[in-house]
């Protein structure tokens, strides 16, 4: 009897499971986001400076749809830089700058939230050029001046020294945003100098050379670590005394390539590792002797640009170990010049102004091709002002045209 019983009992479980079994409705798949489409900035637009939308994406069960937005400064056509996650709206503006003139692929993704997503198609497009200058003050702190020089120092900038209309100074100024202008000191222990060159090498201050108030050329090296108080190296550096030269940190190191000696323009390169011994990498570098040439670091190599060989020069040339120059081109689409600045921004090279006292601004991808970002900006035409390069804005600090200038502007 007792085994009946647990007989009974097992077939009614196994009907009761069977029963079970049969009236399970399983969990229905997943579907979804549908497609959607991408808005603005339209596929292939140029000269823009975007706020980004797109059509909204439905899903299929009626589950809450999220976008993540993707952009990069890219030629490919994957864009992986994630820059918005999440977004319940079907626009973005995005507020971190965006480089000029440069090329960006973007898409969105559509996802719900059990793991579904859709992809938009991809898009492209390039931003807006460099502005033609914007005026930050007309009359700065300092007196109108050439032949200074301005430099990036401790989220500063920092002027030094050039030529006023009493002659050559060696007072110091600086500047948290370019518009007021605070003097350091009016009388630098490293004297008036014409001519110089500036870098910052292993957190100091560099000035390099330049003709002392004697009318000596000289190879003194200056070192601050606060703008205001000067050590001289005290060993003398194995180049000779120069004027009309430039300096340029390269694969840590400090760098002092061609001048003028007092007799003769120079284009041997040196280099030091600590900022006290020298050595030199060439005493003839491919490019021709000469003075108030342009250097800058860009894409892995040293350039020199344009400059005075007893003529002007519209000439390009590239170097990874500064004994081999490479001529990248021997006529650039600018015109030939001296007395000119080129930077680095925004992975670009951009040249502004130079002798016969002009306005342009150009700029280059690879040192061949040079375009006109304008032909005339808004800033007064110049020669032996100074650039440089601060709070992602490049900036344009005096020199000479019709008359001397102490004005400040900025490109962005």
Known sequence: MKALKTILVLLVAITLLSCDKNNTNPTPENKAPTGFNLIAVANGSTDVYPTLSWTAATDPDGDTVNYDVYLNATNDSNPTELIAENLTETSFSIENRLEVLTNYAWKVIAKDNHGGSTSSAIYTFKTRKLSDGKLMVENAEFNPRR??????????????????????????????????????????????????????????????????????????????????????????????????????????????????????????????????????????ANFSPREEHAATVFDGKMWIIGGNDGINKNDVWSSTNGIDWNLVTENAAFSARQQHTVNTFDHKMWLIAGTNTNNEVWYSNDGVIWS?????????????????????????????????????????
Do not use: C
Not at 181 to 199: H, M, P, R, V, Y
Not at 241 to 270: A, C, E, F, M, Q
Not at 396 to 409: A, T
């Open 147 to 284: 032949l200074h020089k301005t430099i990036v120092f401790k989220n500063e900038l920092w002027l030094f020294g050039g030529r006023t209309v009493n002659g050559f100074q060696n007072d110091i100024w600086k500047s948290s945003d370019g518009l007021t202008w605070q003097n350091i000191t009016n009388d630098a222990e490293f004297g008036k100098l014409n001519g110089f060159s500036i870098s910052i090498f292993k957190d100091k201050i560099q000035i390099i050379g330049g003709k002392d108030s004697n009318g000596n050329y000289t190879n003194t090296i200056w070192t601050s670590t606060d703008g205001l108080h000067w050590v001289k190296i005290s060993t003398p550096p194995e180049f000779e005394g120069r004027h009309l030269h430039t300096s340029l940190i390269y694969n840590d190191k400090l760098w002092v390539i061609g001048g003028y000696n007092g007799t003769i323009r120079k284009n041997d390169v040196w280099f030091s590792e600590d900022g006290i011994t020298w050595q030199m990498a060439t005493a003839n």
């Open 372 to 412: 006109a970002s304008t032909l005339e900006a808004n800033f007064p035409k110049r020669s032996l002002h100074t650039t440089t390069v601060f709070n992602n804005k490049l900036w344009v600090i005096g020199g000479d045209g019709s008359s001397l200038k102490n004005d400040v502007w900025y490109l962005d």
